[in-house]
């Protein structure tokens, strides 16, 4: 777990819900068009295909009507910045059930009856209702907030792979980038760095000498998907100095020890 704790910005539940059904839908119809040959090829995620990628996102995404059905938890166990550094414990357990649930049908099946359980359940559940979820019983309103980065990133995973250029609904990309930013700020306290990543979040973090006016002395800025893969590991922190996709200046503005967040 992080060492230190931030205070939790707000996101607007009604923006949070309406942003992960629209990514969801931009995924769906994405996966609908794909061949077998195109669910048969490579992901940058180890041994997953497209199929299994494609899967993940089924369940991920199901998730939330899969801890509706249950019973609520007697209380909070996760607040939502713990999420990101809570996740890399059930790396294994995930894939086993990635490769289950991508085997037991068609993509199209899956998220049909993903969306058909969201649109169900989703409408009449409060934002407060704490759902027992693989890491911890979160907030609904915080555990919609964490679909929308296993979206934008399984998203921009399924892009590469296969060159379908998917949608990232704006929202949805804000709210991942913003998250997985200060994310950053709880692994790293202080404020002698400034990450700006426009136009979502600015995050200031690394122990060290604390600016009090102008443009302070370390800064660190890209753009949201950059960021995000980066912060997810997609993308390692020289690679994307080479390619100019992350400008940095100052002595503690190097983040790769720091990177990546989420394992």
Not at 105 to 119: D, F, H, S
Request: aromatic residues 4%; hydrophobic residues 45%.
């Amino acid at each position: 777990m992080p060492p230190a704790k931030k205070r939790t910005r707000s996101y607007d539940p009604v923006k949070i819900r309406a942003a992960v059904l629209a990514q969801f839908e931009n995924v769906r119809q994405a996966v609908g068009t794909l061949t077998p040959e195109q669910l048969a090829l490579p992901t940058r995620l180890g041994d997953w295909r497209v199929r299994d990628l494609a899967g993940h996102i089924a369940m991920v995404v199901g998730a939330v009507g899969r801890s509706l059905e249950q019973p609520e938890p007697a209380r909070q166990e996760l607040d939502l910045l713990d999420w990101p550094f809570a996740t890399v414990a059930f790396a294994g357990k995930v894939s086993d059930d990635t490769k289950e649930i991508a085997a037991s049908g068609e993509p199209e099946e899956l998220y049909v009856r993903t969306a058909a359980r969201l649109a169900e359940l989703l409408p009449a559940a409060s934002d407060g209702r704490l759902l027992a979820t693989r890491v911890g019983a979160m907030r609904l309103g915080d555990f919609l907030v964490t679909r929308t980065v296993e979206l934008i990133v399984h998203t921009d995973d399924l892009n590469d792979a296969t060159g379908l250029g998917i949608p990232y609904e704006r929202q949805a990309l804000a709210a991942c980038t913003r998250l997985l930013a200060d994310a950053l700020a709880v692994k790293a306290p202080g404020a002698s760095t400034e990450v700006r990543v426009p136009p979502f979040a600015v995050v200031q973090c690394v122990e060290g000498p604390r600016h009090t006016r102008g443009t302070p002395p370390n800064v660190v800025e890209t753009d949201p998907l950059t960021w995000i893969r980066l912060a997810t590991g997609r993308t390692g922190w020289a690679e994307a100095l080479d390619a100019a996709k992350v400008s940095a200046s100052g002595e503690r503005a190097d983040l790769s020890a720091l990177l990546p967040i989420l394992g």
